[in-house]
């Protein structure tokens, strides 16, 4: 029989905000705006108090202020978040056998064979409180059979939570759940798929009559 496979997905949440506020706590709980200048810059991170006013990455400096006037404007540090990066790295490096990292503020971890001799669940959630006391900064994780889902019960997870889906808990999480919500899938599949919008439905329509 197959070992049951154990995918931890990591994400540090609204990363360059959250070091920007590590040096600079007076921007907690503020609209945060991490980008380029205000006539031609772009929104490269976003504090959830300005993702409330619909900003997102990749939106245009002027557009999101035009949102949120009083959002707070950082150019960033790149350095900063390089050397934030790392530390995080090597405190998953020093505690689970095998990880990849996916971006700068982002990790997938496989602990699958690790229920022979630790409760991975705990494990996981003794790194990501590990990550907080040693960093300061906030991280979600989700954890399941695989990378997709591990993601997605990382965005419920969401901010500064975790969430682990159990084996067989599957269909009845994706259920809900908007078809948006699945990584990787565009817009234009989106729209092509309508009406079909959440798992359920999709299990509705596939069903025999």
């Not at 700068?104 to 690790?114: A, C, R, S």
């Not at 907080?132 to 419920?156: E, H, Q, V, W, Y």
Request: include cysteine; proline fraction near 6%.
């Amino acid at each position: 029989m197959d070992a049951k496979r154990y995918i931890v997905h990591i994400d540090l949440d609204s990363f360059f905000v959250s070091v920007e506020r590590k040096f600079d706590p007076s921007l907690i709980g503020k609209p945060v705006i991490i980008g380029g200048s205000s006539d031609r810059g772009v929104v490269s991170s976003a504090s959830y108090e300005a993702r409330a006013f619909g900003i997102h990455s990749a939106m245009p400096t002027k557009q999101a202020l035009k949102l949120c006037p009083h959002a707070v404007l950082v150019r960033g540090t790149h350095g900063r978040y390089s050397e934030a990066s790392r530390e995080v790295t090597q405190i998953i490096h020093h505690m689970v056998p095998l990880y990849q990292k996916s971006s700068v503020d982002e990790f997938y971890i496989d602990l699958t064979g690790m229920d022979r001799f630790y409760d991975p669940y705990k494990l996981a959630t003794e790194l990501r409180q590990k990550v907080m006391r040693d960093t300061g900064l906030p991280i979600s994780f989700g954890m399941a059979s695989g990378k997709t889902i591990a993601k997605m019960a990382t965005n419920s997870a969401k901010p500064n939570g975790q969430l682990w889906i159990p084996h067989g808990k599957e269909k009845e999480f994706l259920a809900p759940l908007n078809i948006r919500k699945i990584p990787g899938l565009g817009e234009s599949t989106c729209q092509k798929t309508l009406p079909v919008r959440t798992g359920e439905d999709r299990r509705s329509a596939t069903r025999e009559p």
